[in-house]
């Protein structure tokens, strides 16, 4: 049974797409979490929607570093312990690298890797020196394990794996750390799909219904409870069976 009474959750991405689904997940099994996003209209439906005592919303840019250090000088300040960090937010251009210009290069690689790197150590950091437990999910990609047509997004998600594995090591025994690493999910990130890469992920999908943001919202949940107690340093591919290890 799945219980989150009691816990705080750090969502990036939250105003949208799979960190939206996570987040109204998470406050239906008991969290209160707290959601960041550039997108504030999107955190303050989101807030309304589930109540300001059950969620927080941070509107800033996780590209910009210093904001994810004042956002955890603020924690500290206010006092306010949390007990789980979802890795959520990544964007996806849909081009290749040929025409990846050195912003597109830098934003890509900040958003998606560095801004995790930079949470999880922060997360990481609180937890250790109090010798409290902690969880964090890193919302990585099939991607990441079998390729893409994008290969900055891909090394970026294959980044997260190798990161979601060496983390588990450093932070052991306080923090677990896991992944979950989606195939296409029906969000607003899609579009940016190339129609020919989604009539072959279409092809060898072995299910071949739609995964929705609440399917991964499920597997993130399964992953920050108590119920994945003995993992730590993994995967769980969310995928229709369209990538097999
Ligand atoms: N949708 C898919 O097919 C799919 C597949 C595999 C992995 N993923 C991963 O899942 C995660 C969520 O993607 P999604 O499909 O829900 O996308 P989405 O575009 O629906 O939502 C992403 C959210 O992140 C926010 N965001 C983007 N840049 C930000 C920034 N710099 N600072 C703060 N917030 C920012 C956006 O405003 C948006 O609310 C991403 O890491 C993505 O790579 C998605």
Redesign the pocket.
């Known amino acids: 049974m799945i219980n989150l009474e009691n816990k705080k959750v750090i969502i ?10 996570t987040a109204v997940k998470c406050v239906e099994h008991g969290a209160d979490v707290l959601v ?4 504030e209209n ?1 955190l303050v439906k989101l807030q309304k929607e589930l109540g300001e005592d059950k969620v927080k919303i941070f509107n ?5 570093l210093g904001k994810i250090k004042d956002f955890f000088v603020q924690l500290r300040k206010d006092d306010i312990k949390i007990d789980c960090l979802v ?6 251009l849909g081009k290749s690298v040929l025409d990846y210009s050195d912003e597109d290069i830098a ?1 890509v690689m ?3 890797l560095i ?1 995790p790197i930079y949470f999880s150590k922060e997360f990481a950091r609180d937890k250790m020196n109090g010798k409290k437990q902690g969880v964090i999910v890193n ?5 990441g394990e079998a390729g893409t047509s994008e290969s900055v ?1 891909g090394a ?2 294959g980044g ?1 794996l190798g990161l979601t594995k060496s983390n588990a090591i450093d932070f052991s025994p306080y923090v677990r750390v896991n992944a ?11 579009k940016n ?1 190339p129609e020919e890469r989604l009539k072959m992920h279409e092809k060898h999908n072995l299910i071949k219904e739609w ?1 929705e ?1 609440e399917d ?1 919202g499920n597997a993130v949940l399964f992953l920050l409870s108590d119920v994945s107690g003995h993992c730590t340093g993994m995967t769980l591919d969310v995928n229709n069976g369209r990538y097999l290890r």
Request: hydrophobic letters at 50%; aromatic letters at 6%; glycine letters at 10%.
């Open positions: 990036t991405g939250a105003a949208a797409g799979i960190g939206r689904a960041i996003d550039i997108n999107g800033f840019d996780i590209s910009d890795n959520n937010a990544g964007i996806y934003k900040a958003i998606n801004a919302i990585a990609s099939v991607s997004y970026t998600k997260l979950v690493a989606p195939s296409v999910t029906k969000t607003a990130l899609v799909i995964i943001p991964i």
